[in-house]
């Protein structure tokens, strides 16, 4: 009898306890999505029904006359920006507010990832970015651009060896994130490979693990940002062990080595040993001619570190193989994922593809050998540029971005009423959305470089790829000249036309925790 009534109160209360928090932002007049008992916004997510970006941008298309909107985290309020110029107030004017990401991983399970420089908060972040910023200047892109180069160079010598002049299929996001695990294992961790002949190398085959954001390893990082507490609680960790300890190993060998040695090479270890000898930040001053890597190039911010000790976190190898693997995820996956989709569009818009295979064709009248593209040379490319811009607008390869509220934030919203973020509240901006809205993009899912044309056309509160502020991506001037430089070589060599298997229009994978298509790309690669 007792059990008759106990479980059914039980479930009461359980359901009243999930619930109990949905008021939140009933109370303070601000609209939000309905949520689901115990889920919250996310349900959708837990079912696959959508991307997650999508789900977590849903109150944007839901409630267009507010400049913020309530969201939940299963039964944890959380907020929506809505309005770009509100969130360029966040992340630069007012940054003491929302100085922290919503990610806490544990230093122990995920001795990478928690170190790098996305994940970390805190006095380790004012200390990581301010001594890496010297390492992403203009010049010092440049002096890794000719790493970067050589190895796009010669993949594609071997690329063309394998067309013996003959068309062939194939999956492009392959071949772009071997390109890419290449030039990025040169620059970042100083070490050769070729993985387009022998794809089995140790170095790609865990990059591959690294650079993973679908299936257990995508899903553990989407989790990251919806019960990031719990996360860190339970000391899981995102990567595989047996890929911290790789890269752990390589990069300290590699140090021990280049020490003894007295070897400089101009990639990220050698940057980041300057970085703890405190031997970065007094060099000469960058070119300021360098410092464009196009349009979309994320503007750099001074970061001040903070503390009255003068006491300053030292570079232990573990920090710098963190740094680099950091820079090795990004090199591959945002670079990979803007080729595949730049390269989609090219090929579903012939004339768009020829005009730029023309300025291609130009810029290589100017090269000595005709061939190998200068980081100079790619800078002054107008319209690759504008190719670059568009693919990063139509198909932003991290839709979303998040911070975590350090101190009660309060603003004016559209009606004139005042909204208090409070203190320890996540806060989620939808850089896709912006992209996506007629309101700053007349037709916005046409592709169409024009738009760029005129860099006064484009509303640049919207236009986000790389995010802004003092929390923006510190990589952009790489990720585009390491884009753009595979972009070069790849039309020196090859007209792209749709293949046989390619689903156009794309479908998206929603189980994927960053942006990539369901049935891959597929391409025809034509030689020249």
Not at 156 to 178: G, H, I, N, Q, T
Not at 242 to 254: I, K, M, P, Q, R
Not at 299 to 325: M, P
Request: include cysteine; charge should be neutral; aromatic fraction near 12%.
């Amino acid at each position: 009898m007792f059990l008759l009534w106990a479980l059914p109160l039980a479930l009461y209360l359980l359901y009243r306890w999930s619930i109990a928090t949905y008021d939140y932002f009933e109370k303070r007049n601000i609209p939000y999505v309905k949520p689901v008992p115990f889920f919250g916004q996310v349900w959708s997510f837990f079912t696959q029904e959508k991307h997650a970006v999508d789900v977590a941008s849903e109150g944007y298309r839901m409630f267009p006359n507010t400049r913020i909107s309530g969201v939940f985290r299963l039964r944890t309020p959380a907020y929506l920006v809505h309005d770009p110029a509100l969130f360029k107030e966040m992340a630069i004017r007012d940054f003491d507010h929302f100085t922290d990401h919503v990610t806490q991983l544990s230093l122990e399970h995920d001795p990478l990832l928690a170190r790098s420089l996305f994940f970390t908060n805190g006095a380790r972040w004012r200390h990581h970015r301010s001594d890496l910023s010297p390492a992403f200047t203009g010049s010092k892109i440049r002096n890794m651009f000719v790493l970067l180069s050589k190895s796009a160079g010669d993949a594609m010598k071997r690329l063309v060896v394998f067309a013996r002049d003959k068309p062939f299929a194939m999956e492009l996001r392959d071949l772009y994130s071997k390109l890419g695990n290449d030039a990025m294992t040169s620059i970042s961790f100083g070490v050769d490979v070729d993985s387009l002949t022998d794809p089995d190398n140790e170095f790609f085959l865990k990059g591959k693990r690294l650079a993973q954001i679908d299936g257990l390893p995508g899903l553990k990082l989407l989790m990251t940002t919806i019960l990031p507490g719990l996360f860190k609680f339970l000391r899981l960790g995102v990567l595989y062990k047996d890929v911290n300890e790789f890269y752990l190993e390589a990069v300290s060998t590699n140090i021990r080595y280049r020490e003894r040695n007295l070897i400089k090479r101009p990639d990220f270890i050698h940057l980041l040993l300057q970085a703890r000898r405190n031997e970065l930040n007094s060099e000469q001053t960058e070119d300021d001619a360098l410092e464009s890597a196009g349009f979309s190039t994320a503007e750099t911010h001074t970061v001040e570190q903070r503390g009255g000790t003068g006491e300053t976190l030292q570079w232990h190898d573990v920090d710098i193989t963190a740094a680099a693997a950091s820079f090795f995820f990004g090199g591959i996956e945002t670079t990979t994922t803007v080729l595949c989709f730049t390269s989609y569009e090219l090929a579903v818009n012939p004339p768009i593809q020829e005009r730029l295979r023309a300025e291609i064709d130009s810029a290589r009248d100017e090269l000595i050998d005709g061939a190998t593209p200068t980081y100079e040379i790619l800078q002054k490319m107008k319209y690759l540029d504008m190719v670059v811009s568009e693919t990063l607008r139509r198909w932003v390869p991290f839709g979303l971005t998040n911070r975590r509220c350090t101190k009660d934030y309060t603003f004016t919203n559209t009606d004139g009423t005042r909204v208090t973020i409070e203190k320890g509240l996540n806060v989620s901006i939808p850089l896709k959305s912006f992209h996506l809205d007629e309101k700053f993009f007349p037709d916005p899912l046409r592709f169409d470089p024009e738009r760029f044309a005129d860099p006064n056309n484009i509303n640049q509160d919207a236009y986000v790829p790389f995010g802004t502020g003092l929390r923006n991506c510190i990589g952009s001037r790489l990720a585009l000249m390491q884009a753009k430089c595979f972009l070069f070589y790849m039309l020196s060599n090859f007209i792209i036309q749709p293949g046989s298997k390619l689903t156009i229009p794309l479908v998206l994978d929603e189980t994927s925790a960053g942006l990539n298509a369901k049935h891959g790309f597929w391409m025809n690669l034509v030689p020249r």
